[in-house]
Nanobody, 123 residues
């Protein structure tokens, strides 16, 4: 099993920045991909960004390209999401997820999920 704990969410004004962190514990050697997803009220959970275990590959949804950066520190078993130039439409609960076997954006391919952290961007 892998446990994921997110932190760093909060309330920020439009144009501001936040950095989300996700600490992994347990059988972390089994993780191939770490990703961030978000779910806004009344909407389905959606892919935001992911990174493979070596950090050599990253991917982003188009709406956050150039504003968000995903990174990881394997020594700390932690993945980060730096969010800059935040917009009200970025408001959502952000979830960290880990996949054992795949590197893609489909939520169904992720095996472990954190509890989520709220990000609210005011206009």
């Amino acid at each position: 099993q892998v446990q994921l704990v997110e932190s760093g969410g909060g309330l920020v004004q439009a144009g501001g920045s936040l950095r989300l962190s996700c600490a992994a514990s347990g059988r972390t050697f089994s993780i191939y991909t770490l990703g961030w997803f978000r779910q806004a009220p009344g909407k389905e959970r959606a892919f935001v960004a992911n990174i493979n275990w070596s950090g050599s590959s990253t991917a982003y949804v188009d709406s956050v390209k150039g504003r968000f950066t995903i990174s990881r520190d394997n020594a700390k078993n932690t993945v980060y999401l730096q969010m800059n130039s935040l917009k009200p439409e970025d408001t959502a609960v952000y979830y960290c997820a880990a996949a054992r076997n795949y590197y893609n954006s489909a939520p169904i391919t992720y095996d472990y999920w954190g509890q989520g952290t709220q990000v609210t961007v005011s206009s």
